[in-house]
T-cell receptor, first 115, second 116 residues
Framework: DAGVIQSPRHEVTEMGQEVTLRCKPISGHNSLFWYRQTMMRGLELLIYFNNNVPIDDSGMPEDRFSAKMPNASFSTLKIQPSEPRDSAVYFC?????????????FGPGTRLTVL | AQSVTQLGSHVSVSEGALVLLRCNYSSSVPPYLFWYVQYPNQGLQLLLKYTTGATLVKGINGFEAEFKKSETSFHLTKPSAHMSDAAEYFCAVRKGYGGSQGNLIFGKGTKLSVKP
C-alpha cells in the first residue's frame, strides 16, 4: 500500500492568497483527520471525517479554513485568505473506524509557509 | 475529558542506556493509549498501542510500554538506546468510544536525543 499521500509537500505563498492542501487516504479506510503542527502549539486536530462526513470540526481555527471530503479517496483543506500565522506543517491521517483501538496512519505532511 | 501529559519535553541518553519516556493520562472511560514516533521531516508512525488485555505492550524497534491503571500511566521504555532512536515521541489517548469519538488527544511530545 502506498500509505497516505499528501500534496504538495512544500508550499510557499504570500499573505492573502488561497492555499489548497490535498490528501489521499489509504484505500479502505473510513476515517480521515487533518492536523496542524507548530512549535508553539504542538499537534492540533483541525477536523475529523468519518465515512466522508465531518464529525468534529471544533479545531478549525476560523472561517478562513474549510475542509471537504467529496469521496472516500480524496480530501482537501483550504485556507482563504492565508495569513503568516497559518505557517505550519499540516498532516493528514486516515484510519479504520471500528478496528479495536483504531490506528491512525499519517501522511508525510505539507510544510506551509505564508510570507 | 481525556488528556495526556508527557513529562519532559527533552530527554537525552547515551547510546546503550535505558530509554524512559513518561506519559500520564486522564480518561473518563477505559482508555485506548498509543505511542507514536516522528523522525525529522516525516509524519507520525505508530510505535505501539494498548486497547485491552495484557498491560505490557511490545512495539516496533524494541520499544515497549506498560499500562498502569492505578498510576494512570503509560510510560515508554527501551532497554538499550540506539542512535537511530533519536526522534520526537508522542503519547496519545483516544477521545472515547463510538464513531464520533475517534480522534486522538496527543501530548506535547518528548524529543529524545541519543549521545554516542
Amino acid at each position: 500500500d502506498a500509505g497516505v499521500i499528501q500534496s504538495p509537500r512544500h508550499e510557499v505563498t504570500e499573505m492573502g492568497q488561497e492555499v489548497t492542501l490535498r490528501c489521499k487516504p489509504i484505500s479502505g479506510h473510513n476515517s480521515l483527520f487533518w492536523y496542524r503542527q507548530t512549535m508553539m502549539r504542538g499537534l492540533e486536530l483541525l477536523i475529523y471525517f468519518n465515512n466522508n462526513v465531518p464529525i468534529d470540526d471544533s479545531g478549525m481555527p476560523e472561517d478562513r479554513f474549510s475542509a471537504k471530503m467529496p469521496n472516500a479517496s480524496f480530501s482537501t483543506l483550504k485556507i482563504q485568505p492565508s495569513e503568516p500565522r497559518d505557517s505550519a506543517v499540516y498532516f493528514c491521517a486516515s484510519g479504520l473506524q471500528g478496528e479495536l483501538g483504531d490506528t491512525q496512519y499519517f501522511g508525510p505532511g505539507t510544510r506551509l509557509t505564508v510570507l | 475529558a481525556q488528556s495526556v501529559t508527557q513529562l519532559g519535553s527533552h530527554v537525552s541518553v547515551s547510546e546503550g542506556a535505558l530509554v524512559l519516556l513518561r506519559c500520564n493520562y486522564s480518561s473518563s472511560v477505559p482508555p485506548y493509549l498509543f505511542w507514536y514516533v516522528q523522525y525529522p521531516n516525516q509524519g507520525l508512525q505508530l510505535l505501539l498501542k494498548y486497547t485491552t488485555g495484557a498491560t505490557l505492550v511490545k512495539g516496533i524497534n524494541g520499544f515497549e510500554a506498560e499500562f498502569k491503571k492505578s498510576e494512570t500511566s503509560f510510560h515508554l521504555t527501551k532497554p538499550s538506546a540506539h542512535m537511530s532512536d533519536a526522534a520526537e515521541y508522542f503519547c496519545a489517548v483516544r477521545k472515547g468510544y463510538g464513531g464520533s469519538q475517534g480522534n486522538l488527544i496527543f501530548g506535547k511530545g518528548t524529543k529524545l536525543s541519543v549521545k554516542p
